[in-house]
């Protein structure tokens, strides 16, 4: 049985104290043997969360990776950076880097593989634009995503990291996928990771949904056969809310 997993990104949000002061919240209010709990402080406050967190049921990701383990590229951070400020997870793929820093399906890939390369579990979103559901392109989209982002790696590394579905259109807005949409999608997803990486590796990925994911609708999204879990915003930011998501409840 899939474990339910439960992600909060903070995107560029939250100094180093702040960040700490919500962190130590989260994980006073998540009890162990429930979903799997990570949070994605932005890169500032990693090692301090790390810290913070250590010995709860709550681990940490970034929000972004570069793929080359060090070298010239001024700003960026590494898999082994990361996981040296005591991150178990990474964000890849998200709609605000493809879209706002024009990260191709292509540099997603190589981040991907770098990624598992660096002993980081992957997060990789997925998802279409409010256009591109309108010319019913929706699952063409989604299936280019998941198909470039997987290729570089084997069934049992697929097997391990989360795909996050997030259309583009419900991210921020208050819009959110009807359970109808996000069931479709999701076992698209499932359907696809079986034929490409076999059946007991589509069974195994945890597939999430993301977008404007509130107290008020996480019981109909966990509802669904193919949601293992949500990959929540703004949200997260508050430990009241983000802790009533991961108990499923609003």
Not at 107 to 135: F, H, N, Q, S, W
Not at 164 to 174: D, H, K, L
Request: glycine share 14%.
């Amino acid at each position: 049985m899939r474990r339910a997993l439960i992600a909060g990104n903070w995107k560029m949000y939250k100094t180093i104290s702040a960040g700490v002061a919500l962190a130590r919240e989260i994980a006073d209010g998540t009890k162990p043997g429930g979903p799997e709990v990570v949070v994605f402080p932005p890169a500032t406050a990693l090692a301090a969360v790390s810290q913070a967190v250590k010995g709860t049921p709550v681990a940490v990701g970034g929000q972004n990776v570069h793929f080359a383990r060090e070298g010239a590229f001024t700003g960026e951070v590494s898999p082994l950076m990361l996981k040296d400020a005591g991150c178990t997870h990474v964000l890849l793929g998200h709609s605000e880097r493809r879209h706002v820093f024009g990260e191709d399906d292509e540099l997603i890939a190589r981040k991907t593989r770098a990624a598992v390369d660096g002993g980081l579990v992957p997060v990789v979103c997925v998802g279409e634009t409010l256009p591109e559901r309108e010319g019913r392109r929706t699952l063409e989209v989604v299936e280019r995503q998941v198909e470039r982002a997987l290729r570089p790696l084997s069934a049992d590394e697929v097997g391990r990291l989360a795909i996050a579905y997030e259309p583009v259109w419900a991210i921020g807005t208050g819009q959110v996928a009807t359970p109808e949409q996000a069931q479709e999608v999701h076992a698209f997803i499932r359907r696809h990771v079986a034929g490409s990486h076999g059946d007991p590796v589509g069974g195994a990925v945890r597939i999430l949904y993301g977008g404007s994911v509130k107290p008020d609708n996480i019981a109909g999204l966990m509802a669904l056969e193919d949601v293992d879990g949500v990959l929540v915003g703004g949200a997260s930011l508050e430990a009241g809310s983000f802790l009533k998501i991961v108990r499923g409840r609003g």
